[in-house]
């Protein structure tokens, strides 16, 4: 009796310590609100949080399959002429990511109203997932370009972007932060479309594999891939921006666009921010030039160096042609109408992303890693 009430417990052993050992984690080592002297390592962090993940999960999937198991002594299968046909437990385990996905996804439009289009293809995917009993091609296609778009292109106000993401994450040291827990569920939808559209293909495939075990492992796979891979890839400086300008974006953002869509002759562009390396200096240099007259002054309340306000009356490695200082605040600055604009920053280290603030809150977002 006290043997089979042990194994019974097992699962819920491994769920348990999981959560303590996370809980532990995020409150004691990657903590520096509580623990602001704290000087442990972040990649140690994210390595114990990592394996709590693991283990969590593993204690769910142990504990299903021996529910599973204790109900039915072999794997029942929808008609087995059918080859996109799910077994049992491929629709138990979607259902229960499913709702998963759900319970995770709730935070993200309480805290931000702009992500609920995301949410919208979250609740439409989870509807099919839960009702789904064969592998649907097209739907799957579909799915596929969402989850691509998602970890791939980078539009905040959407919570999209994973792979930039965690890429940021690596960039700052490892250093945790509450935002960083809402890429969870962004990443079971990417894992789960991407493992869905690899079972199609498998569902018609001649393999002697189990289907179970294509799924739990694919599953497992892609997951790992796409959440370690950002966390390892090389960072390098680009040599020109990605200039992330959104629907809520500053002027600057427009008019960098315009002018870098404009060309004065055969190879000259009217506008470019650039970056290199000076190796004599040893010094990283990123340089805005606006080559086109402005029709209207653009002005900035502050402009931002991986979140370090620039002070235009004390800093020297700020320099900026024909712009003014704001005379009621260091950290303001004025491209003024009718000149052209030159503006250069020196940084001893890489600087990811320079942001210009205007007026209202409105930003212009510039990006030198990738």
């Known amino acids: 009796m006290k043997a089979t009430l042990s194994m019974k417990l097992r699962p819920a052993y491994l769920v348990i310590f999981s959560i303590i050992v996370f809980s532990l984690d995020f409150l004691i080592l990657a903590n520096k609100t509580i623990f602001p002297s704290n000087t442990i390592d972040g990649f140690l962090v994210v390595v114990i949080a990592f394996v709590c993940l693991l283990i969590f999960i593993s204690g769910i999937i142990w504990a299903i399959v021996k529910l599973i198991s204790g109900k039915a002594k072999s794997v029942v299968r929808v008609p087995a002429q059918d080859q996109r046909a799910l077994t049992k437990t491929e629709i138990v385990f979607n259902r229960l990511f499913a709702v998963l996905l759900i319970l995770l996804s709730i935070p993200l439009p309480v805290l931000n109203m702009t992500t609920i289009p995301t949410i919208v293809i979250f609740v439409i995917f989870v509807i099919f997932l839960w009702f789904g009993k064969k592998y649907h091609l097209i739907t799957n296609i579909v799915f596929l370009i969402f989850a691509l778009g998602i970890y791939f292109v980078p539009i905040p106000p959407l919570a999209w972007g994973v792979f ?123 340089h805005l030039r606006l080559t086109e007259p402005l029709a209207k002054d653009i002005r900035f309340t502050k402009v931002e160096t991986d979140g370090r306000k620039i002070d235009f009356s004390t800093d020297n490695l700020a320099k900026c042609l024909n712009c003014q200082k704001d005379e009621n605040s260091p950290f303001g600055i004025v491209f003024p109408s009718g000149k052209n604009i030159d503006f250069v920053v020196t940084g001893d280290q890489l600087i990811k992303v320079i942001i210009f603030t205007e007026p209202e809150n409105k930003t212009s977002e510039f990006v030198f890693w990738r």
Do not use: C
């Open 164 to 286: 930039r993401g965690l890429k940021e994450f690596r960039l700052n040291g490892f250093a945790f932060n509450i935002p960083i827990l809402f890429s969870i569920p962004l990443l079971i939808f990417i894992s789960f479309a991407v493992r869905n559209m690899l079972g199609n293909i498998f569902a018609y495939s001649k393999a002697k594999v189990s289907h179970n075990a294509f799924y739990f492992v694919s599953l497992l796979s892609v997951f790992v891939t796409v959440t370690v891979y950002p966390l390892i890839d090389s960072v390098k400086l680009r040599e020109r921006t990605m200039n992330v300008n959104y629907a809520t974006g500053g002027e600057l953002g427009l008019v960098y666009t315009k002018q870098t869509l404009t060309f004065l002759d055969r190879y000259t562009m009217a506008g470019d921010f650039t970056s290199k390396f000076d190796p004599q200096s040893q010094k990283y240099i990123y």
